[in-house]
């Protein structure tokens, strides 16, 4: 008989719909609990399922065993199951459908639970067939085309993978395995969206594999919700394995790890992240360094290799740290000990007096003063004056056409380095803002550096000035600026006005002269200039906005620069309206020296050459004058002699702290 090939389709249909029926009348048999001979019930639930041993059997190894031999529940016709947790018991009756009917739910969540319900009750081909659904899924979300998930559907397979790799198989070994690898690619893929959940679940190796090589602020930020996470369950090998393939630059992380490596004794861990906070201790603040454990504070401030300008300014910050509240329950021998991390024969001459005002021992004090201060043979620079790892050299911030993108120095201050998120650079200290005719709402000024478009401007006075003063040591050789005009309408724009720069607040160089520039007479207007290179002549004290750019290799670096209108704006008054200001040029620390020039407000901008080595008159003097009659000196270099100076100062106690 021959049959069409029409004729061939419709008996295969036939033939599917016939083993559908034949499933559907097992399942029949489930549901209606006919002619059934065994009872399982779930014993935290205490629910009851009426079944046959037959399917029981031919599924499961477990009651395969069960019924060929002789325990009770084969002769009683019942058993009490206890499943690990109730997600397994609400499976159970899908389980069940599947020995009747061989179907599956869809969901994937549920699919991972049957899994784990399956190994429990030896069903290797439901294992095999639940592992399939989910690598299939995995591969789907892992193809290259799909863009990103909805938060669902994150959540749904981060839920699932969490479960599968956080479950102990008996009999799945393989299949963790092949799930594990698809599990680390989707993290990778999608780690974006991801750093910031709950991904302590991972094993230490595939949590590093999956962060390796994210972006910085986002593995940080994943790192510290992993330690958090499994704080309690952490070896002393993990976090070894974590200090050697984590690079640890961002000092709040490794402020995060230090406690954590002390509690574990991870010692690769605990030096990593105090290497870090040294390279980096110029971003630290009292507050973070005295949040460490007392005796991790202690091994950072005696860290030779301490990331300072020079060693006043680790006096200056142990001075912080002792006067802070959160120190006020120290005892004695703790103010001893923090202030014996001060190396007093790295400071300058300045220090002394207010070092013995603060209650440094006399003998102290005269060591200091006899013995040669101590240089690093390399550059010659005292060897705590190290400046941080990532600032040695100067930092180029280009104008790239964006007068208030990511390349501004304020916004490269603000974001430390591009390590965090933007910070109003006065909030962080690097940075103030002043006005003789003060600002309309009575503030410091933090408006015009918060990239904020808003009404803003000065109080009327007779050319009024704004002065921005780079703190923390850092200076500035400008090369372009950028100003927004701080009103929603075209009024009271600035016109005339000079853009100065200073070292010491007195004397100004002239850097850019503005006539009649109408370039923020708009909304919100926002305009970049260059700086011209004969305003960086050491020479220069007034340019035109025409000269020619610089090409100079000579820069000049300054600490405060100022914007003085010289003529009404566009509305006729003595006023500033801004609401934006971005500086673009070379970026540097200052040296060690020229810190103390400007300090001193010292016009001139050479720097002495090399730290005295002695000062045994000074010694003399100090050592002559009785602490009852409250006198100290003031030690002033100048050039190759030392000036001293008496004054009285309040005493303090006078126990030594150092």
């Given at each position: ?90 499976v159970f009756p899908s389980v ?173 861990l605990y030096s990593k992240c ?53 120190a006020a329950e120290w005892n ?327």
């Amino acid at each position: 008989m021959e049959v069409s090939a029409s004729g061939t389709a419709t008996d295969s249909n036939n033939a599917e719909d016939d083993l559908k029926d034949f499933l559907d009348s097992f399942r029949d048999y489930l549901t209606t609990a006919k002619f059934s001979d065994f009872t399982v019930i779930l014993k935290r639930s205490q629910r009851r399922f009426s079944c046959h041993k037959l399917f029981l059997a031919a599924e499961s190894e477990f009651f395969q065993r069960l019924f060929d031999n002789s325990f009770v529940e084969s002769t009683s016709n019942e058993v009490q199951l206890e499943l690990q947790d109730e997600e397994c018991d609400n499976v159970f009756p899908s389980v069940l459908e599947y020995m009747y009917s061989g179907l599956l739910p869809d969901h994937v969540n549920a699919v991972v639970q049957i899994l784990r319900v399956a190994d429990m009750l030896s069903m290797p081909k439901l294992m095999r067939r639940c592992s399939a659904v989910f690598e299939r899924e995995l591969d789907r979300l892992n193809q290259p085309f799909l863009g990103a998930l909805s938060d669902s559907e994150l959540t749904t397979t981060l839920n699932a993978a969490r479960i599968v790799c956080m479950f102990g198989f008996k009999n799945g070994d393989a299949i963790q395995r092949r799930i594990a690898h698809l599990v680390s690619k989707f993290l990778i893929k999608y780690f974006a969206q991801l750093y910031l959940r709950d991904l302590s679940w991972l094993h230490m190796p595939d949590f590093l594999a999956v962060i390796r090589d994210q972006p910085k602020n986002q593995m940080n930020a994943a790192i510290k919700g992993y330690l958090t996470g499994r704080r309690s369950s952490l070896s002393v090998l993990e976090l070894d394995a974590l200090a050697a393939s984590v690079p640890m630059v961002d000092p709040q992380l490794a402020l995060f790890c230090v406690e954590i490596a002390l509690e574990k004794d991870s010692q690769p861990l605990y030096s990593k992240c105090l290497d870090c906070l040294s390279a980096e201790f110029v971003w630290l603040s009292p507050e973070q360094v005295l949040r460490l454990p007392f005796n991790a504070m202690i091994d950072l401030l005696k860290q030779d290799a301490l990331g300072v300008l020079n060693e006043d300014y680790v006096f200056s910050f142990v001075e912080k740290l002792v006067e802070h509240p959160l120190a006020a329950e120290w005892n004695q021998k703790q103010k001893r000990k923090v202030w014996s991390s001060c190396r007093l024969a790295l400071c300058s001459p300045d220090v002394i007096p207010k070092a013995l005002a603060l209650g440094a021992s006399l003998e102290r004090v005269k060591e200091a003063l006899a013995s040669p201060r101590k240089v690093d043979s390399a550059d010659n620079t005292p060897r705590r004056s190290l400046r941080s790892r990532a600032y040695r050299s100067e930092i180029d911030c280009k104008f790239d056409g964006n007068p208030f993108g990511e390349t501004g120095v304020l916004y490269w201050l603000g974001t430390k380095g591009h390590r965090e998120e933007y910070t109003n650079p006065v909030q962080l200290g690097v940075l103030s803002i002043k006005c003789e005719a003060g600002f309309f709402d009575a503030s410091d000024g933090r408006t015009l550096v918060s990239r904020k478009k808003k009404t803003f401007y000065t109080n009327p006075g007779d050319q009024p000035s704004i002065v921005f003063e780079l703190r923390g040591g850092w200076e500035l050789s400008p090369s372009h600026y950028a100003l927004c005009h701080g009103e929603k309408s075209n009024t009271h724009a600035l016109t005339s006005w000079r853009l100065e720069a200073s070292n010491d607040g007195a004397t100004w160089t002239t850097l850019t002269n503005h006539k009649r520039d109408t370039k923020l007479h708009f909304s919100f207007a926002e305009a970049v200039w260059p700086i011209m290179a004969d305003s960086l002549s050491v020479s220069s004290s007034s340019s035109s906005s025409a000269s020619s750019p610089r090409n100079s290799t000579d820069f000049r670096f300054w600490r405060m620069f100022r914007i003085i209108q010289v003529d009404p704006n566009s509305s006729g008054q003595f006023e500033i309206n801004l609401c934006g200001v971005e500086f673009f040029g070379r970026l540097r620390l200052a040296k060690a020296e020229e810190v103390r020039h400007h300090s001193r407000h010292d016009d001139s901008m050479s720097a002495s050459s090399g730290p005295a080595t002695d000062a045994p008159n000074a010694v003399d003097v100090i050592m002559s004058a009785p602490i009852e009659l409250q006198r100290k000196v003031r030690i002033t270099p100048r050039g190759s002699q030392t000036a001293v100076e008496e004054v009285v100062l309040t005493p303090k106690d006078q126990k030594g702290w150092f």
